[in-house]
């Protein structure tokens, strides 16, 4: 995958217009549990690496990712404060960076730490924040972003008329991917877990939306498809849908999966998955290598960013207090999220 460089507005270098302190508010996962273990807690501001920006963040993105890390408890080889997202202001840069300069207003994506008053990011994870939106609605774009286009273009392979199903058309990844996909031309297909949600997936650009509540998904696709199937499906729901995944794809098509979901075993049928020569696989973002993150990120630039704030605008359902993160949390387990909640951090400069 290739990429223009990205090239940051222009902002100040002078370090003493954005100050640091040496220790911020951030939120904690204090054990594992539900989101009562969310803490407020004071902790140092981090250190910059060669290679990284320190940003002053304004927004943080919610993800089902930082549920599944508050479940399992402190991290200790990334953070334990969550967060795989932010905006914000740059106040630092490693002595080896120059696309980013010092008042430079970014989205980035982030190894942890996003709900906090400053977070770390490596440079080439960086963004400008799109001329046609805000710096706190930019909050909502990396990380669903990132998650688009790594397991669809990288992973999946996607080719030009392909189709594809996207399993929680409605939250934040399957929000932008709906929009993403059908401004290049491809045939979205959804599900989701309410007939209102169903619509707002088709109203995004879904072809069609179905209710898994409802209907078998598998046999909905294929009568959609006159039969063919779809050809890469986004599954975000653990592993439940191992047999109708399959049997809704068209002939090599992949199935690629987002979540562990508790790791559970995965089964289908192979005797159909052999037939189909299909490819059932999976990714994890955050493992990734910063080279390959970066290489991403310049795609974004390149082609997505021209279409922000047009054919493709994120769907913010919920602002929230940096404090109240563990109610956020309850409302992403609760199923009843839209789109994407943000942390509002600190207020923007301007």
Known sequence: ?????????TGTQDPHIHPVPGHQIGILISAAGGPEVLVPSELPVPECASTDVLIRVVCAGVNRHDVNQRRR????????????????VVVRIGADVTNVKIGDEVCALVNGGGYAEYAIADAGQVLPVPPTISLRDAAALPEALFTTVHNFFNVAKLAAGESVLIHGGTSGVGSLAIQLLSARGHA????????????????????KAFNYRTVGFAEAVLTATGGKGVDVILDMAGAGYGRQNVEALARRGRV??????????????LRELMRKEAVVTGS????????????IARWIHAHVWP??????????????????????HEALERGDVAGKILLDVSAPSR
């Open 307 to 328: 279409l922000i704030g047009t054919a493709i605008k994120p769907t913010i359902t919920q602002r929230l207090p940096l404090t109240q993160a563990c109610t956020a």
């Open 284 to 295: 994890l973002l955050r493992p990734l290598p910063n080279e390959e993150k970066a290489d």
């Open 73 to 88: 408890g402190p991290d200790n080889v990334h953070s334990s404060v969550p967060g795989l997202e932010v905006s914000g």
């Open 256 to 269: 690629v999966h987002l979540s562990p979901g508790g790791n559970a075993d995965l089964t289908f049928p």
């Open 1 to 9: 995958m290739n990429g223009a460089s990205i090239t940051m507005q």
């Open 188 to 207: 979205v297909y959804a599900t989701c877990g309410t007939d209102e949600k169903c619509s707002m997936a088709e109203a995004l650009g879904a072809v």
